[in-house]
Nanobody
Framework: VQLQASGGGLVQAGGSLTLSCAAS????????MGWFRQAPGKEREFVSA???????YYADSVKGRFAISADNAQGTASLQMNSLKPEDTAVYFC????????????????????WGQGTQVTVSS
């Protein structure tokens, strides 16, 4: 199974972008779908996740600005990013937990077993 992330780009501070993540096979198990990001010189950090049941999780830094959604039938997830800030600049990765381990903590990258290739988001000041 491959994940394809798309929707990144260059946007001015205060602008919006929507990232999308699609799985190559719609029917494989997706207990959690998540978004992580990695800025140059920094470790990968949690952004948001959604469980198969629709429970959502957000990092404090994006709460109130980002919104995650998923279409379980289509095997896709989206991340609506509003009020973007320069510090949101990073490569954004989508990830899937196909085993349910992320139940213990949706924000831990090691609990996800499928990863997309990343899409660059650049926010100019």
């Amino acid at each position: 199974v491959q994940l394809q992330a798309s929707g990144g780009g260059l946007v001015q501070a205060g602008g919006s972008l929507t990232l999308s993540c699609a799985a190559s096979r719609r029917t494989f198990s997706r207990y959690y779908m998540g978004w992580f990001r990695q800025a140059p010189g920094k470790e990968r950090e949690f952004v948001s996740a959604i469980s198969r049941g629709g429970t959502t999780y957000y990092a404090d830094s994006v709460k109130g600005r980002f919104a995650i959604s998923a279409d379980n039938a289509q095997g896709t997830a989206s991340l609506q990013m509003n009020s973007l800030k320069p510090e949101d600049t990073a490569v954004y990765f989508c990830a899937v937990d196909s085993t349910g381990r992320a139940y213990y903590s949706a924000s831990i990258a090691a609990l996800y077993d499928y990863w997309g290739q990343g899409t660059q988001v650049t926010v100019s000041s």
